[in-house]
């Protein structure tokens, strides 16, 4: 069985701060690691993967995670806060090879940026 | 090439009555996925099909709900008899086989 913890339900951070959403997996089968984003009322979109190749995993918008087996976290970060990024993250896991089949999410963390 | 397509956006049902939700997955995609997003949680998955196929149906209730992706048209997420606690986001997701997969906008379904 495989899940996700997102530890922090709501992250604030001032605009121009250290974006730093947590996400822990538990899976028993090296898995496949996802964070999508869902801005209000929209569906999901893909930020990063993690598929086995390079640890350090850069996504779109200036986001990047970083897949450390040891601590089995994958924690999504991004340097400098925009406002733009005000929004809720959303952490998965999946054992194919990036197909959606059976993501399993976490319950998500909404970040809020401030002025 | 248009994106995943979810249609209603917004579906209002009253207790008892039945719920249609379509997805039309993007062009060359031959996978559909179900997911529900209940108020406050994270996406649950329901159910995986290909054309005219379930494949993993594990995530549905057992009774009300059933899903189709026939060979022509939209795959249609049912729900008979809705209750409110079937009030939820609904999302589509499609992919072509072994590639990540991409959402639609979702079906938020209230039961009044």
């Known amino acids: 069985a495989q899940s996700v913890t997102q530890l922090g339900s709501h992250v604030s951070v001032s605009e121009g701060a250290l974006v730093l959403l947590r996400c822990n997996y538990s899976?028993?089968?090296?898995?496949?690691l996802f964070w999508y984003v869902q801005y209000p009322n929209q569906g999901l979109q893909l930020l990063l993967k993690?598929?086995?190749?390079?640890?350090l995993v850069k996504g779109i918008n200036g986001f990047e995670a970083e897949f450390k087996k040891s601590e089995t976290s994958f924690h999504l970060t991004k340097p400098s806060a925009h406002m733009s990024d005000a929004a809720e993250y959303f952490c998965?896991?999946?054992?194919?090879?990036?197909?959606?089949?059976?993501?399993?999410f976490g319950t998500g963390t909404r970040l809020q940026v401030t002025l | 090439n248009a994106g995943v397509m979810q249609n209603p956006r917004h579906l209002v049902r009253r207790r008892g009555q039945e719920a249609r939700l379509r997805c039309s997955p993007m062009?060359?995609?031959?996978?559909v996925y179900w997911y529900r997003q209940l108020p406050e949680e994270g996406l649950k998955f329901m159910v995986y099909?290909?054309?005219?196929?379930?494949?993993?149906e594990s995530g549905m209730p057992k009774e009300r709900f059933s899903a189709e992706f026939p060979k022509e048209g939209p795959s249609i997420l049912r729900i008979q008899q809705v209750v409110r606690g079937d009030s939820a986001a609904y999302f589509c997701?499609?992919?072509?086989?072994?590639?990540?997969?991409?959402f639609g906008q979702g079906t938020r379904l209230t039961v009044v």
């Open positions: 997701a499609s992919s072509p086989p072994s590639q990540e997969a991409f």
């Open positions: 899976s028993s089968v090296p898995p496949y």
């Open positions: 993690y598929t086995s190749a390079a640890t």
């Open positions: 998965a896991v999946s054992r194919f090879t990036g197909t959606a089949s059976k993501l399993t």
């Open positions: 062009k060359g995609h031959s996978h």
């Open positions: 099909l290909q054309k005219e196929n379930i494949i993993d």
